[in-house]
């Protein structure tokens, strides 16, 4: 049963509702954006982005469109003609896992990520999480490659410009400067 269907089934004309679809962002950097080497075992050790430069070039500039083409093709493929398209495929860069620029909290001089000045100094994606998740860690290796705190609170402001107070409109989301807006998110720029 698709959306449309479903939609239709319990009462709703096409014309009165809006399908808002989000694709993927880019967790990683590609290789030349990396803050570790790819040698020894740093990128995962110290940084939990154990990623070759070969497999996040691939992950970006393969695996990434071919899902969010899947994604928007899907829409098409239901026929679903109200549907419009909050594209993220970019929103995370400069803040992606391992990515010069930013680091983990403790790098970067902070004493939590908490802080509110954290927003432009760490990474927005968790970290791959593998034994550091057995006994009594507070992570969990579901949540690894997926959007922390500050990636949620910008993934929020997205959905937030999308919607456009009910009048919901497609584009691309991405950074648009530093600091928190005054709800407290990233400032994102939907384009």
């Given at each position: 049963l698709n959306v449309r269907t479903a939609m239709r089934n319990a009462g709703y004309a096409d014309s009165s509702w809006?399908?808002?679809?989000?694709?993927?962002?880019?967790?990683?950097?590609?290789?030349?954006g990396y803050r570790y080497s790819q040698s020894?075992?740093?990128?995962?050790?110290?940084?939990?982005?154990?990623f070759w430069d070969n497999d996040a070039n691939w992950a970006n500039g393969t695996a990434l469109p071919t899902i969010n083409n899947t994604v928007t093709g899907a829409i098409s493929q239901a026929g679903i003609t109200n549907a419009k398209t909050l594209n993220l495929a970019s929103a995370y860069n400069g803040r992606r896992l391992c990515e010069t620029g930013v680091g983990l909290y403790e790098e970067v001089g902070l004493s939590s990520?908490?802080?509110?000045?954290a927003v432009d100094r760490t990474e927005w994606v968790n970290q791959i999480r593998t034994?550091?998740?057995?006994?009594?860690?507070?992570?969990?290796?579901?949540?690894?490659?997926?959007?922390?705190?500050?990636?949620?609170?910008a993934n929020r402001s997205c959905v937030r410009q999308a919607y456009n107070g009910?009048?919901?409109?497609?584009?691309?989301?991405?950074?648009?400067?530093?600091?928190?807006?005054?709800?407290?998110?990233p400032r994102m720029l939907l384009q």
């Amino acid at each position: 049963l698709n959306v449309r269907t479903a939609m239709r089934n319990a009462g709703y004309a096409d014309s009165s509702w809006t399908l808002l679809v989000q694709n993927y962002p880019s967790p990683i950097p590609n290789s030349s954006g990396y803050r570790y080497s790819q040698s020894g075992y740093s990128r995962q050790n110290t940084g939990g982005c154990g990623f070759w430069d070969n497999d996040a070039n691939w992950a970006n500039g393969t695996a990434l469109p071919t899902i969010n083409n899947t994604v928007t093709g899907a829409i098409s493929q239901a026929g679903i003609t109200n549907a419009k398209t909050l594209n993220l495929a970019s929103a995370y860069n400069g803040r992606r896992l391992c990515e010069t620029g930013v680091g983990l909290y403790e790098e970067v001089g902070l004493s939590s990520w908490t802080q509110s000045t954290a927003v432009d100094r760490t990474e927005w994606v968790n970290q791959i999480r593998t034994v550091t998740t057995a006994g009594s860690s507070p992570y969990y290796i579901q949540e690894s490659l997926h959007p922390n705190y500050w990636g949620q609170l910008a993934n929020r402001s997205c959905v937030r410009q999308a919607y456009n107070g009910g009048t919901p409109k497609s584009g691309t989301c991405v950074r648009g400067g530093n600091g928190l807006s005054s709800l407290g998110e990233p400032r994102m720029l939907l384009q």
